[in-house]
């Protein structure tokens, strides 16, 4: 009973004092770890740690040194708001920028990596930090100012949560009011509220420029870029399973057709000359004015003038294959036609009645002889490319990273654009000995060092390093087969986001590229932690931290601990509307990658989960050797190597 009120007992500290150091639990939350061995990382926030995070040990000494750090960083952006914000039920929110800047909303909080740190808050035993702060962005006074994604975080935060409670069904309701109303101010580009952003209705997606994403000078530049379209799947996707959470089903039923339009809009986005999905750059010319051709059916909507379907992809020398072709009665004889197979999505219907149906449209044709009408069926789910399509050709980890981060593409499909991650480990790509680039070393665009604010030509941002791992944990774990998609690459790229914590990348002066001595920047160091630091971003070709390193000092505008949870730790727990709640660990390493790890003290649900591996045995009693589950105290499955478990909580 006692292990049950974590969460609710240090939730009622919190609202009573809003205070961010809070008393003890009488019950501790850590079956296998002693706190009195990790305070030594703590330093002065080992009160608050103990009472909201869990611990974490490992053989290996940098990602336990990141792993406290990153912790401490998160906690100092956790800021107690005035009067009116606890009159808004929001007494505390999360900020990205340690020192105040111009452009952020109320309480210097940006939109921008709210979805990162939710991502990341999720796993605080107090849940009052993030139910206050996903309510603060449903909250009429907060600035939106980017695409962001707080609907599939929240989605994340309930698979540790849950939602079974009154309490959490009431900030549910709430959340999903206004993040389906916001969504339909994104979708038409009235949002983001500070740049430039429509849709385009020739090329039937979003443009938007880079700055709308937080990706201010990118090689792509603006047009319709792969990481907005990847993002409005993932908030639909999300808030479907949200409001299938809270009952209603019409919600449910609107947001799940929804997500298909737009995953059928990342498709359209692929580009076979780089085997990688890739920005639109500019809109495609319309057709000239068409003859009188009848209004669009029920059910359907205009798609094309004066064109046609190729019902193949490619459509080759011209040659095209159709469901079905010849002369229709009338318009509504070949829409019945359509109607009637149910792999038709689209028919061409010329003045003189002559019929096409089709399935696809990978491309089109112009139609000879009369003039012609292409209809398309409502939120049709098939891929489609339009003629002459003006891609940026430039491979950026944001265009990578994205489709496979908020799931667009399923694993019957993994095979089809799995090449696509071959450039995160080509040294000419966006692999570099330090880090993932966010942009290829082969473009003539790249640059590597960018004195000031903001390059997304190259250099290391954690924002879309934090992405691609995390997207490669839920590849691994849903058993993806994607070759270069492995537990092997994935703790190479994680080994070299950690090294980016530890001291072992230079901080340079942003306007002269020159190493600023520590101690002009000691103040801003951690105790206990060293010269551990985390900026905006920097060169991962000399690992350098160049680009605001100053304004950017403790910066959280990515995630870090949530991938040593869910990808090194492995858990990965799965809550459903109706109220199942599981708990899976499967680690994303292979076991020679290190010899122990332990986690302890994560609340899920109401229980608290240790996880142990340990591949000689002994280190931590009473787990033994392997991989060990453990739920409040007690072993509920292990296995001696380390492979996927599951319980049900």
Same mark, same amino acid.
């Given at each position: *009973?006692?292990?049950?009120?974590?969460?609710?007992?240090?939730?009622?500290?919190?609202?009573?004092?809003?205070?961010?150091? =809070?008393?003890?639990?009488?019950?501790?939350?850590?079956?296998?770890?002693?706190?009195?061995?990790?305070?030594?990382?703590?330093?002065?926030?080992?009160?608050?740690?103990?009472?909201?995070?869990?611990?974490?040990?490992?053989?290996?000494?940098?990602?336990?040194?990141?792993?406290?750090?990153?912790?401490?960083?998160?906690?100092? +952006?956790?800021?107690?708001?005035?009067?009116?914000?606890?009159?808004?039920?929001?007494?505390?929110?999360?900020?990205?920028?340690?020192?105040?800047?111009?452009?952020?909303?109320?309480?210097?909080?940006?939109?921008?990596?709210?979805?990162?740190?939710?991502?990341?808050?999720?796993?605080?035993?107090?849940?009052?930090?993030?139910?206050?702060?996903?309510?603060?962005?449903?909250?009429?006074?907060?600035?939106?100012?980017?695409?962001?994604?707080?609907? +599939?975080?929240?989605?994340?935060?309930?698979?540790?949560?849950?939602?079974?409670?009154?309490?959490?069904?009431?900030?549910?309701?709430?959340?999903?009011?206004?993040?389906?109303?916001?969504?339909?101010?994104?979708?038409?580009?009235?949002?983001?509220?500070? /740049?430039?952003?429509?849709?385009?209705?020739?090329?039937?997606?979003?443009?938007?420029?880079?700055?709308?994403?937080?990706?201010?000078?990118?090689?792509?530049?603006?047009?319709?870029?792969?990481?907005?379209?990847?993002?409005?799947?993932?908030?639909?996707?999300?808030?479907?399973?949200?409001? #299938?959470?809270?009952?209603?089903?019409?919600?449910?039923?609107?947001?799940?057709?929804?997500?298909? =339009?737009?995953?059928?809009?990342?498709?359209?986005?692929?580009?076979?000359?780089?085997?990688?999905?890739?920005?639109?750059?500019?809109?495609?010319?319309?057709?000239?004015?068409?003859?009188?051709?009848?209004?669009?059916?029920?059910?359907? /909507?205009?798609?094309?003038?004066?064109?046609?379907?190729?019902?193949?992809?490619?459509?080759?020398?011209?040659?095209?294959?159709?469901?079905?072709?010849?002369? *229709?009665?009338?318009?509504?004889?070949?829409?019945?036609?359509?109607?009637?197979?149910?792999?038709?999505?689209?028919?061409?219907?010329?003045?003189?009645?002559?019929?096409?149906? #089709?399935?696809?449209?990978?491309?089109?044709?112009?139609? !000879?002889?009369?003039?012609?009408?292409?209809?398309?069926?409502?939120?049709?789910? &098939?891929?489609?490319?339009?003629?002459?399509?003006?891609?940026?050709?430039?491979?950026?980890?944001? @265009?990578?990273?994205?489709?496979?981060?908020?799931?667009?593409? @399923?694993?019957?499909?993994?095979?089809?654009?799995? #090449?696509?991650?071959?450039? !995160?480990?080509? *040294?000419?790509?966006?692999?570099?000995?330090?880090?993932?680039?966010?942009?290829?070393?082969?473009?003539?665009?790249?640059?590597?060092?960018?004195?000031?604010?903001? /390059?997304?030509?190259?250099?290391?941002?954690?924002?879309?390093?934090?992405?691609?791992?995390?997207?490669?944990?839920?590849?691994?774990?849903?058993?993806?087969?994607?070759?270069? =998609?492995?537990?092997?690459?994935?703790?190479?790229?994680?080994?070299?986001?950690?090294?980016?914590?530890?001291?072992?990348?230079?901080?340079?002066?942003?306007?002269?590229?020159?190493?600023?001595?520590?101690?002009?920047? *000691?103040?801003?160091?951690?105790?206990?932690?060293?010269? @551990?630091?985390?900026?905006?971003?920097?060169?991962?070709?000399?690992?350098?931290?160049?680009?605001? #390193?100053?304004?950017?000092?403790?910066?959280?505008?990515?995630?870090?601990?949530?991938?040593?949870?869910?990808?090194?730790?492995?858990?990965?727990?799965?809550?459903?509307?109706?109220?199942?709640?599981?708990?899976?660990?499967?680690?994303?390493?292979?076991?020679?990658?290190?010899? &122990?790890?332990?986690?302890?003290?994560?609340?899920?649900?109401?229980?608290?989960?240790?996880?142990?591996?340990?591949? =000689?045995?002994?280190?931590?009693?009473?787990?033994?050797?392997?991989?060990?589950?453990?739920?409040?105290?007690?072993?509920?499955?292990?296995?001696?190597?380390?492979?996927?478990?599951?319980?049900?909580?």
């Amino acid at each position: *009973a006692a292990l049950t009120s974590v969460r609710t007992e240090v939730a009622v500290l919190i609202v009573c004092c809003f205070s961010l150091s =809070v008393l003890s639990s009488p019950s501790s939350p850590y079956f296998i770890l002693s706190p009195a061995n990790f305070t030594q990382f703590l330093g002065n926030d080992s009160e608050w740690a103990l009472n909201n995070i869990p611990l974490f040990d490992s053989s290996n000494s940098d990602l336990v040194r990141a792993y406290y750090f990153r912790w401490r960083v998160y906690k100092s +952006h956790i800021h107690q708001t005035d009067t009116k914000g606890q009159e808004q039920g929001v007494p505390f929110v999360v900020t990205e920028f340690s020192p105040n800047v111009p452009w952020a909303g109320e309480y210097n909080t940006i939109n921008c990596a709210a979805g990162h740190h939710v991502m990341e808050g999720r796993w605080l035993r107090n849940s009052t930090y993030m139910n206050s702060y996903t309510k603060w962005w449903s909250t009429p006074t907060s600035r939106k100012n980017y695409y962001y994604w707080i609907s +599939h975080a929240v989605r994340k935060q309930i698979d540790i949560t849950g939602a079974t409670s009154p309490e959490v069904q009431l900030l549910l309701k709430e959340l999903v009011a206004t993040y389906s109303s916001d969504f339909d101010l994104y979708a038409n580009g009235t949002y983001p509220s500070n /740049h430039a952003s429509r849709f385009d209705t020739d090329n039937n997606c979003l443009w938007n420029q880079p700055g709308n994403e937080g990706q201010e000078n990118s090689i792509s530049g603006p047009g319709c870029r792969p990481l907005v379209q990847s993002l409005m799947y993932g908030e639909a996707a999300a808030l479907a399973e949200l409001c #299938a959470m809270i009952g209603d089903t019409s919600c449910a039923d609107k947001f799940n057709a929804t997500k298909e =339009v737009w995953r059928s809009r990342v498709f359209a986005q692929w580009n076979a000359n780089i085997t990688g999905f890739d920005t639109i750059r500019t809109a495609v010319p319309p057709p000239p004015p068409p003859s009188p051709l009848p209004p669009s059916p029920p059910g359907y /909507h205009e798609f094309n003038k004066d064109k046609f379907c190729c019902d193949q992809a490619p459509c080759v020398h011209g040659q095209s294959k159709f469901l079905w072709e010849g002369k *229709a009665k009338s318009v509504m004889d070949c829409t019945s036609r359509c109607n009637n197979n149910t792999l038709c999505h689209y028919f061409t219907v010329s003045s003189g009645l002559w019929c096409q149906i #089709a399935q696809f449209c990978n491309t089109t044709n112009p139609f !000879a002889g009369d003039a012609a009408i292409t209809f398309e069926k409502n939120e049709s789910i &098939y891929t489609r490319a339009k003629d002459n399509i003006n891609f940026a050709n430039v491979r950026e980890l944001a @265009s990578l990273s994205s489709p496979w981060y908020f799931g667009v593409i @399923s694993q019957d499909r993994a095979e089809q654009y799995g #090449a696509s991650w071959n450039t !995160a480990f080509d *040294a000419n790509g966006l692999s570099s000995v330090n880090g993932l680039r966010t942009a290829e070393a082969r473009h003539p665009g790249y640059r590597c060092a960018s004195m000031g604010c903001c /390059h997304w030509d190259g250099p290391m941002w954690p924002f879309e390093t934090a992405k691609a791992l995390t997207a490669m944990i839920q590849m691994i774990q849903s058993g993806y087969t994607v070759p270069n =998609v492995t537990k092997s690459n994935f703790w190479t790229l994680m080994s070299q986001y950690t090294k980016t914590h530890t001291g072992s990348w230079i901080i340079a002066d942003e306007r002269t590229g020159k190493p600023i001595n520590n101690s002009l920047i *000691a103040k801003y160091f951690l105790s206990g932690l060293g010269d @551990s630091w985390i900026a905006e971003a920097g060169c991962a070709d000399d690992a350098t931290w160049t680009d605001n #390193a100053l304004q950017g000092y403790l910066y959280l505008h990515s995630s870090y601990c949530d991938i040593v949870i869910s990808g090194v730790a492995g858990l990965a727990p799965f809550y459903s509307a109706d109220g199942t709640h599981t708990l899976i660990v499967n680690p994303t390493i292979s076991q020679n990658q290190l010899d &122990y790890f332990a986690i302890d003290g994560v609340l899920i649900g109401s229980s608290i989960v240790s996880v142990t591996w340990d591949s =000689v045995g002994g280190r931590y009693k009473p787990a033994g050797k392997g991989l060990s589950v453990f739920v409040n105290g007690t072993m509920v499955t292990s296995s001696p190597t380390m492979q996927r478990l599951s319980w049900k909580l």
